[in-house]
């Protein structure tokens, strides 16, 4: 009896020892590589430039979230086999490095893998503009005129915005808003605002894409007039000074909503020279966007 028991003790030894190897064996990983991504927009201009900044990806694998991640990032996926993966862009909050949200005008880019153990796939995410976003507003300067005007109680002689297409441009050889402050007149700002809309949607996504840079700041604002004629001057966002080309993401959402019903807008963008001896600013791809 007492040989019988230490049997039965050592076979559930081996048994316990057996399936602890089990549960410590590493399952061996196939891998998904983020690559930089592409906007297309419509050939026809409706939707504009193609200038998109995605830095961030927040990553589905089969409908579950994988969490988010930056551009060239190389994700270990456990499994094998057919897997849909699943990419929506990620932008910077208002321009906030520290608060990341999925760009709700982009529709979300899926492929399905054949993941195969220790293997790198790559995924390169091809954006597109949702099906119901409109575009109030469109600035791209390549175009005979111009969507934004002087706004001449501001105006002085020498202060401007001409289109150039030089190296300095976001596309050289295609053309950007450069600004020109030679006024040399004390505390002068350049305004340029947009035609009036009437009744913008509220509580819906909105949002403002501009691509600029800068050695000044650069003030984004709306006027907001009600019904009785009442107007209200928001500064909504100051672009600080950039030396390379930048990308904003502004939500004015929330300044619409608040605003109430039955306004018009203008979305204005000014700038001061201040104390730079040589202000430069160059501005471009200026949508303003939500979902209808």
């Known amino acids: 009896m007492l040989m019988f028991n230490r049997l039965i003790v050592l076979i559930s030894l081996v048994f316990v020892f057996l399936v602890s190897c089990k549960k410590m064996e590493v399952i061996v990983p196939s891998y998904v590589y983020l690559s930089p991504s592409v906007l297309n927009t419509k ?11 995605i830095e961030d990806y927040y990553v589905f694998q089969n409908g579950d979230i994988r969490g988010l991640f930056s551009i ?4 270990p996926i456990q499994a094998t086999g057919k897997n849909k993966i699943r990419v929506s862009p990620g ?9 990341r949200i999925i760009y709700p005008m982009f529709n979300y880019y899926e492929y399905e893998f054949d993941l195969v153990q220790n293997r790198v796939d790559t995924i390169k995410p091809v954006f597109t503009y949702v099906e119901n976003a409109v575009f109030p507003l469109i600035e791209d300067y390549d175009g005979s005129g111009l969507a934004l005007e002087y706004n001449m109680a501001t105006k002085q002689i020498g202060d401007s915005l001409i289109r150039d297409n030089g190296p300095g ?3 050289p050889g295609k053309f950007s808003g450069r600004v020109e402050l030679k006024s040399g007149v004390t505390n002068s700002f350049l305004e340029m605002y947009s035609k009036v809309f009437n009744n913008w949607p509220r509580f819906t996504p909105f949002y403002l894409e501009l691509d600029y ?3 000044i700041p650069i003030v984004i604002g709306m006027y907001a007039t009600g019904p ?4 209200t001057k928001t ?10 080309w930048n990308k904003l993401y502004l939500d004015i959402e929330s300044d619409i909503n608040r605003a109430g019903a039955g306004m018009q807008y203008r979305i204005f963008i000014s700038f001061a020279k201040g104390s730079e001896s040589n202000p430069s600013a160059w501005i471009d791809n200026l949508k303003v966007v939500y979902l209808d």
Do not use: H, T
């Open 213 to 215: 840079k800068c050695n």
């Open 235 to 244: 500064p909504l966002y100051v672009l600080n000074p950039k030396e390379d």
């Open 43 to 53: 050939p026809d201009n409706s939707q504009g430039d193609a200038s998109s900044k």
């Open 91 to 99: 932008i910077k909050y208002n321009g906030m490095s520290e608060q």
């Open 72 to 75: 060239y990032a190389r994700i």
């Open 169 to 171: 441009a976001f596309v």
């Open 228 to 231: 009785a004629g009442d107007v």
